[in-house]
């Protein structure tokens, strides 16, 4: 039932990701609007998020850390379609994500007696972002800072 409810709900906040990114690159004269894109978009970002969301809570099942990562899933699955339309990372979105995840992850390591620990992620989040603060220092036409702040985000989970 957990999986069902999960991929329903991937498929659900899949159908929102257009208006989401709509919303994100407004002002940006570069940005080609999902909307434009035709209707196939949000199912194609719904279908997605629906696998995504539904392998998750196979894997993970009734643990505090799910609810985050569902959430994660899709704020991840918005910002893949910002990038692509406007080929940056904007703040509004990244900082919010970082600051979700460690305060999530904070409140799941309380919460649950198993599982990771919020060191490791924590950890994991330095390392990552350091990583790409590197990279970003010695090709910043390669690599954004948008990047390394959304690495910040992707090595706590994988912590």
């Known amino acids: 039932m957990l999986v ?3 991929g329903v709900y991937g498929l659900i906040a899949g159908l929102a990701a257009p208006r989401a990114v709509d919303f994100a690159t407004a002002g940006s004269s570069s940005a080609q609007s999902p909307a434009r894109r035709g209707q196939g978009y949000g199912l194609g970002v719904g279908g997605l998020l629906c696998g995504v969301c539904a392998s998750t809570a196979y894997q993970v099942g009734w643990r505090p850390e799910l609810v985050l990562w569902l959430a994660s899933a899709w704020l991840l699955a918005v910002l893949a ?27 799941a390591s309380q919460l649950s007696g198993d599982g990771g620990s919020f060191g490791a992620a924590v950890l994991g ?5 350091g990583g790409y603060f590197l990279l970003f220092l010695a090709v910043p036409d390669g690599i954004g800072f948008g990047d390394v702040k959304t690495a910040l985000t992707t090595g706590a989970i994988a912590g």
């Not at 989040?125 to 972002?129: D, R, T």
Request: overall charge neutral.
């Open 4 to 6: 069902i409810l999960a």
């Open 81 to 107: 379609c910002v990038d692509l339309a406007v080929r940056r990372l904007p703040d509004l979105i990244t900082l919010p994500l970082a600051a979700l995840v460690v305060a999530g992850l904070a409140l």
């Open 125 to 129: 989040g330095g390392l990552l972002a």
